[in-house]
């Protein structure tokens, strides 16, 4: 049963690393597309909408958010934008090969755990064994 819960534990954790992996990619991907309209200059910035796909899971008070949140951040914006075109050739490389990196520590992790638990049922089923041993002597 132990076993069923922890490697239901890492797959579960695997799913939400790659999602997350999937999003983070997908987001920087989408700025990296943009960033020809977002160097247009401040206006184009403010101009800036959330992505069609991403839209309906928005909060309506996050939207709103969010026009004030990029005229305070659109100086760090434009100086980022500088450096999108060199980013976009290897994006996807490095998001992959952390993601890569994760799902295998999360495996190993996994196996960890297993012999954990395979070890624990080992010394306590060796510990009763012992105990009904000394019983029968008695």
Known sequence: M????????????TLLWSLAAWAFHSIAAWTILNAGTLAGGTGAIE???VPVWLAPWVPPEFALMLK?????????????????PAMAGGLSIAVW???AIGAFLLIVLGFLATGLI???????SASSTSSRIQAAGR
């Open 118 to 124: 395979a070890m624990l049922s080992r010394r306590t």
């Open 97 to 99: 090969t952390v993601w």
């Open 2 to 13: 132990f076993y069923a819960l922890i490697w239901f534990a890492v797959v579960s954790l």
């Open 68 to 84: 004030p949140m990029i005229a305070f951040l659109t100086p760090a914006i434009e100086a980022v934008l500088g450096w999108a």
């Open 47 to 49: 101009a800036l909408q």
